[in-house]
């Protein structure tokens, strides 16, 4: 089992920046595609990013895209979302999630929630205008 504990959430104004940290324990996890999803009051849950197993590729959803970067740290069995420019819309519980996949990333796989089998707890991010 594999187990994620997400940190870094707080309150911040809009245009400021946050970096979220996900640890991962119980399990390595060089070999798992992980990414990110949020989910606001009253809206469904959404995919924010994802990172392949070792780093080397990287997908967003449009909304984040060249505001938002997913990063990983194998040896430290953690990934990180660093977000600038935010906005009060990015105002959301953001879940680490992981799945052990050692395949390309794709959009009809790594931005779906049922295609990750570990989910973390969730960090509040609220982003005043």
């Known amino acids: 089992q594999v187990q994620l504990v997400e940190s870094g959430g707080g309150l911040v104004q809009a245009g400021g920046s946050l970096r979220l940290s996900c640890a991962a324990s119980?399990?390595?996890?060089?070999?798992?595609?992980m990414g990110w999803f949020r989910q606001a009051p009253g809206k469904e849950r959404e995919f924010v990013a994802a990172?392949?197993?070792?780093?080397?590729?990287?997908y967003y959803a449009d909304s984040v895209k060249g505001r938002f970067t997913i990063s990983r740290d194998n040896a430290k069995n953690t990934v990180y979302l660093q977000m600038n420019s935010l906005k009060p819309e990015d105002t959301a519980v953001y879940y680490c999630?992981?799945?052990?996949?050692?395949?390309?990333?794709?959009?009809?796989?790594?931005?779906?929630?049922?295609?990750?089998?570990?989910w973390g707890q969730g960090t509040q991010v609220t982003v005043s205008s």
């Open positions: 119980g399990r390595t996890v060089s070999s798992y595609a």
């Open positions: 990172i392949s197993w070792n780093g080397g590729s990287t």
């Open positions: 999630v992981a799945e052990p996949s050692q395949s390309p990333l794709t959009t009809n796989s790594n931005t779906l929630p049922n295609f990750y089998d570990y």
